[in-house]
């Protein structure tokens, strides 16, 4: 078959991104409103900024001859295919992103979406997290997606409550300390 007509291919799924866990099935794309506006914002750079200037860079590229020994042909060409699935990617999850506003619970002590959450553990340590969006989570920062156990274990509950949380190594209780959510925007 003529190389022509094979498809370029990385070995990646277009839909998934490396380290990003898929969405439940079923489920809504959770998000917060600065969530979703920071992957606006990274989408809207690639349209506008990266994209042209790399495929500018292919393009010169290919005007210089011989393609198959060209690294900033090759070089470009892949980084292309790679902004162009992330732009596929963050279009997909826009278009199903339901943003939520966790302001709209400020001063509440009952864990939602958003929440802040500090709570101790049955040993008595301490962890303080956040439940955010699959998309916007960055565990670094104390940032839990809210389809992780611990997250999905602890919605709902108030402050005060222990609830369970089922572990490989048995079922652990979690205690709830404290609930903070963000202050509504004036």
């Known amino acids: 078959m003529n190389k022509a007509f094979t498809k370029e291919s ?11 866990p898929p969405l439940p099935a079923g489920g809504k794309n959770y998000m917060t409103p600065a969530g979703c506006q920071r992957l606006r914002a990274e989408l809207l750079e690639l ?15 290919a005007s210089n001859g011989d393609r198959s020994e060209n690294g900033d042909y090759l070089y470009g060409k892949k ?4 902004i162009d699935r992330r732009i596929r990617f963050l279009t997909k999850r ?7 506003d966790p302001a709209v619970h400020h001063g509440s002590d009952q864990v939602y979406f958003g929440a802040t959450v ?9 962890r303080t997290i956040t439940i955010l969006g699959i998309d916007e989570a960055d565990s ?5 997606s809210w389809i992780a156990p611990v997250s999905r274990a602890l919605l709902k509950a108030r402050v005060g409550d222990e609830v369970p949380l089922p572990t490989p190594g048995g079922v652990r209780m979690l205690e709830v ?9 004036d």
């Open 79 to 82: 980084r292309l295919r790679e």
């Open 47 to 61: 349209i506008d900024n990266e994209r042209p200037k790399i495929v500018d860079v292919v393009h010169w590229a």
């Open 140 to 144: 670094s920062q104390g940032q839990v």
């Open 10 to 20: 990385d070995g990646d799924d277009d839909d998934d991104q490396p380290g990003l």
């Open 118 to 126: 500090t709570y101790a553990d049955d040993e008595g340590e301490e």
């Open 94 to 100: 826009l278009e199903i992103a339901e943003v939520v």
């Open 177 to 185: 300390l404290e609930v903070r959510y963000p202050p509504p925007a």
